[in-house]
């Protein structure tokens, strides 16, 4: 046993036990605050309209998540606008993507239709008779708001 076992530690052992404590707990904090400063995120988002489309959107990828939250709140602004009764399934910051987002990221071209702009990919789904008049016209909308370009990208399997 130790000299101490069974008796109170001394105030110079406990203040040395508190400096311990504090200086592990900062030093974890900071290496906390590093790590998540080099993750990326993408600002992912769903909506949906309600004669049946679906848009699946990754945009390019942020270094903060509260710029990769500003971007996806930059997307949805018009929305209220542009389609009041459309329904917004999720819009989130994403480190890692998969299913579709991956997919719109990682596939050239992809097995959908996409509308491809600066910073901005789109997935688009719904009414198979639709599909390319839909595409077309919201890469042209993108164009007549301001961006430089905007194209709709389709399938390559040709349907």
Do not use: H
């Not at 942020?62 to 500003?70: H, L, Q, T, V, W």
Request: proline share 8%.
């Amino acid at each position: 046993m130790t000299p101490t076992a069974g008796r109170p530690a001394s105030r110079a052992a406990s203040r040395v036990s508190l400096v311990l404590i504090v200086a592990l707990l900062a030093a974890g904090s900071v290496a906390a605050v590093v790590t998540v400063r080099r993750l990326w995120y993408y600002p992912t988002l769903r909506v949906e309209t309600p004669n049946g489309f679906a848009f699946t959107v990754v945009q390019d990828r942020r270094r903060e998540r509260s710029g990769c939250g500003d971007a996806n709140d930059r997307f949805l602004a018009p929305l209220d606008t542009v389609c009041k009764d459309c329904k917004v399934v999720y819009a989130r910051c994403l480190r890692k993507l998969d299913g579709v987002e991956l997919t719109l990221v990682d596939e050239d071209p992809p097995p959908l239709y996409l509308v491809a702009a600066p910073g901005v990919r789109m997935a688009v789904t719904g009414p198979l008779e639709r599909l390319k008049t839909v595409c077309d016209s919201i890469a042209l909308g993108l164009v007549k708001s301001g961006l430089p370009q905007a194209a709709c990208v389709y399938p390559r399997n040709g349907k």
